[in-house]
């Protein structure tokens, strides 16, 4: 019946319902530039592939936080912070040591970002100061905490973050237990960079939304993860990764795909509410995933990804979007699967944090309307009698 009053609504009478926000404009921002049918992407006047080819991860967050690029000493000194606040507090270490091995990462990145929060002194100071510091501090501890619980359930003692070298450097360090080589490091900084920031996506609008009613950032954060981890949005990453490894190795890949079309079923890592072309960032990470898949024994994953995109391209003009390649650079690197959308998070969360100082800056409470579709004051029917 709900279902039936929904579909009934009648978009003559009421034009204006915008199922999705699709196309609407509801803030103005500096941090990036879509070009949906160009297949451009820039992050605050610098073009993404500019920005693969010479920045590195804390450059990024340097120019998403603060509009332009950093000075040598700037970027040494916001270096320096972000080494200094890897540490997580210990209750977060014990929540992660304790919690159930099974849980989702995402959710765990959640939970423990959200913990953070206590034990920051600074956790209810909205100033603008106190933000950029906060911003700073999620930015260096998310990466601890992603490598702590993938070490905890797999019966491994957590690795405590070297607190040198970059981001990148250090994540894989604390997840493997060993200091990665120059090009893996410079793969995770190249992943990391592609994934800060991409203009109102879902979880961007989040942390906005909780921004709007004066809430604090690390909230801001906390919802941004829990948006990016469905399957529509960031949690399409793992998603990819499991239906390419559920496939047999002889498998149809081609009839495989047509097949699910045929069923009306989505290609996880395919399609996007602005692009209508390929995704700039694909192709870096298609690059990436080609030259890693001939280095490790994986060249069949690639060779099943470009068939898959042929068929797409083919069958419904669908390209790739960022999660699509993502995922078999993460598994040639020798990450998890369910870690993935963890690592998009703690790249994202420069985005979502320069979006929430945007919104601070210039504030009005986010409340769109509904339209609403069902009875009014209906007679009370007393318990016994419905
Ligand atoms: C980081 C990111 O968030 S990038 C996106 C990650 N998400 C995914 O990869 C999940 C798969 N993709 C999708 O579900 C969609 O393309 C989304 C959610 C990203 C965009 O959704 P929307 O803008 O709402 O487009 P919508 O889902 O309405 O699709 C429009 C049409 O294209 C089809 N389509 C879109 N994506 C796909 C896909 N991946 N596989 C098959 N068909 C698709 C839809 O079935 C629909 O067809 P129809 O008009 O015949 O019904
Ligand atoms: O912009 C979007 O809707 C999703 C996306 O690609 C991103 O968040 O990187």
Redesign the pocket.
Known sequence: MTKQAHANIDTDKYPHINR?L?GIIAFSSTKSAIDGEKGELNYAGYNIDTLAENASFEEVAFLLWNDRLPKADELEELNKQLRAERDLPEPVLEYIRTTDKNAEPMSVLRTATSMLADFDDEATDNSPEANMRKSIRMTARMPAIIAAFSRVRDGKEIVAPLKEGSIAYDFLYMLNGERPGEKAEKVMDICLILHAE?GM??STFVCRAICSTESEIYSGVTGACGSLKG????G?NT??MNMLLNLDKDADVEAFIRE??AE??????????VYRTI?PRAKHLQKMSKQLAEETDTVYLYEWSDKIQQV?KDE?N?DP????FSATVYYSMGIKPDLFTCI?AMSRVTGWTAHFMEQAENNRLIRPRQLYVGEKNQPWTPIEKR
């Open positions: 999705g699709d991409h996506n879902a399957p529509l949005h960031g399409a998603a990819v699910r079309l009306r079923k989505k290609v996880m890592g395919f399609g996007h509410r995704d797409m419904k669908i979007n960022v999660d699509f998009f």
